[in-house]
């Protein structure tokens, strides 16, 4: 069974920075696709980045230019990088693998709390 174990959460000042990290059990050959979502109370879970296993990338508007993914293969592990965060930030993000085979694996969510 695949599971994904998060880090890096927390809770920041807006403008300051977090680094979110997601470690995969699962071969990094396997990894089509390594993301990020978020969920705010009371709203849908939105895509906030992603990357493909060869390095392209994919950015919700709002956080363009402020944020950053990155994978590891070697490490099988995802990054977003959070730059000048806002209090509009503020969500439960959520580590998405997908397989070549076609299956999404979630993690379990880490807090990001932004505070004025």
């Known amino acids: 069974q695949v599971q994904l174990v998060e880090s890096g959460g927390g809770s920041v000042q807006a403008g300051e920075s977090l680094r979110l990290s997601c470690a995969a059990s699962?071969?990094?050959?396997?990894?089509?696709?390594m993301g990020w979502y978020r969920q705010a109370p009371g709203k849908q879970r939105a895509l906030v980045a992603t990357?493909?296993?060869?390095?392209?990338?994919n950015y919700a508007g709002s956080v363009k230019g402020r944020f950053s993914i990155s994978r590891d293969n070697a490490k099988n592990t995802v990054y977003l990088q959070m730059n000048s965060l806002k209090l509009e930030d503020t969500a439960n993000y959520y580590c998405?693998?997908?397989?070549?085979?076609?299956?999404?694996?979630w993690g379990q969510g880490t807090q990001v709390t932004v505070s004025s």
């Open positions: 998405l693998i997908v397989s070549f085979r076609g299956y999404n694996y």
């Open positions: 699962i071969s990094s050959i396997s990894i089509r696709t």
């Open positions: 990357i493909t296993d060869d390095g392209i990338t």
